[in-house]
């Protein structure tokens, strides 16, 4: 069965740029989540999908946004990139709200 | 607001030998989930294990086990037999799984702790 699958795996933006980071959950999975982790420190939630609508919503500013598609996928959108949105980009994949959390394998972003 | 707290920022075991990566959380939500993950230095996050907070049995997957202690808002790691595939960083996680909470399915990290195992 095919995990959680995150594309591209690897972007350099320059400061000022748009991005669109896209999840494909594991089949028959409805949660999405997205988080952020900078060098040296844990994963920092950014947002939660379920059934397509927004269950939960980090401390990140407005620039960030995603959406959850018809057959569940996820795109998560950063506008008017910094250089410290310079990370590692992971989501996650649940069965429901209450189940095993599965990682996409992550989207490495380099603003310069 | 969940709290998890890292004590170890690295730990050292020999092959063969078990470990424990020490885990403390705090919350006031009753109802809770536990993680440990897995992060190698290529960067994926490899779910290890899961503990409800209304299990009953401590929970187990081959040579991980979680020692939930409810009381002491613990949930410690338990790796058996360290193999050398075994070293990478280890990020123990919370989520509030409470039907009225407003952190509908966030995970909460800790700080992580690298482990390293000698051969």
């Known amino acids: 069965d095919a995990g959680v699958t995150q594309s591209p795996t690897h972007l350099i933006k320059t400061r000022g740029q748009q991005v669109t980071l896209r999840c494909s959950p594991i089949s028959g999975h409805k949660s999405v989540s997205w988080y952020q982790q900078v060098l040296g420190q844990g994963p920092q939630f950014i947002f939660q999908?379920?059934?397509?609508?927004?269950?939960g919503r980090g401390n990140f500013p407005d620039r960030f946004s995603a959406q959850q598609f018809s057959d569940y996928h996820s795109e998560l959108n950063m506008s008017s990139l910094e250089l410290g949105d310079s990370a590692l980009y992971f989501c996650?994949?649940?069965?429901?709200?209450?189940?095993?959390?599965?990682f996409g394998q992550g989207t490495r972003l380099t603003v310069v | 607001a969940q709290k998890i707290t890292q004590t170890q920022p690295g730990m050292f075991v020999q092959e063969k030998e078990a470990v424990t990566l020490d885990c403390t959380y705090d919350?006031?939500?009753?109802?809770?989930?536990l993680f440990w993950y897995k992060q190698p230095s290529s960067g994926e996050m490899i779910f290890l294990i899961y503990?409800?907070?209304?299990?009953?049995q401590n929970a187990t997957e081959g040579r991980y086990s979680l020692n939930f202690q409810k009381a002491r808002k613990s949930a410690n790691l338990v790796i058996s037999a360290s193999q050398l595939g075994d070293s990478a960083m280890y990020f123990c996680?919370?989520?509030?799984?409470?039907?009225?909470?407003?952190?509908?399915?966030?995970?909460?990290f800790g700080q992580g702790t690298i482990l390293t195992v000698h051969p």
């Open positions: 996680a919370m989520r509030d799984e409470g039907a009225g909470g407003t952190s509908y399915g966030k995970l909460t």
């Open positions: 999908y379920y059934e397509k609508e927004e269950r």
């Open positions: 919350t006031s939500d009753p109802s809770y989930g």
């Open positions: 503990q409800g907070s209304y299990d009953q």
């Open positions: 996650a994949s649940s069965l429901a709200s209450r189940a095993e959390a599965f």
